[in-house]
């Protein structure tokens, strides 16, 4: 077992960064594969970021390529995820998420996910 919360979200302008926090209690992240996903209204979650277990690995959706960054900090079993030169289009739930696939890119292949953390970004 494995809760997530994450943290960090919020409304900034076109342009501007954001830097997602994801708590995790119960196993350490050194058990899973994460990933952040978003959802936007009316649009199916899709994976943004994905990591292997222990780092080694990382998956970026082409949309977020050059712009967003995934690291972990396994001393405090915590996933960041910072967003640089946000765009309207990255408005969404934000949500983080363990596998223990060895790089999960599908959500359905994730088994915990946090609560979700809106990001709204204005033009």
């Known amino acids: 077992q494995v809760q997530l919360v994450e943290s960090g979200g919020g409304l900034v302008q076109a342009g501007g960064s954001l830097r997602l926090s994801c708590a995790a209690s119960?196993?350490?992240?050194?058990?899973?594969?994460m990933g952040w996903f978003r959802q936007a209204p009316g649009k199916e979650r899709t994976v943004v970021v994905a990591?292997?277990?222990?780092?080694?690995?990382?998956y970026y959706a082409n949309s977020v390529k050059g712009r967003f960054t995934i690291s972990m900090d396994n001393a405090k079993n915590t996933v960041y995820l910072q967003m640089d030169s946000l765009k309207p289009e990255d408005t969404a739930v934000y949500y983080c998420?363990?596998?223990?696939?060895?790089?999960?890119?599908?959500?359905?292949?994730?088994?915990?996910w946090g609560q979700g953390t809106q990001v709204t970004v204005s033009a």
């Open positions: 990591i292997s277990r222990r780092g080694g690995t990382t």
């Open positions: 998420a363990a596998t223990s696939v060895a790089l999960g890119l599908r959500a359905d292949e994730y088994r915990y």
């Open positions: 119960g196993r350490t992240f050194s058990d899973y594969a």
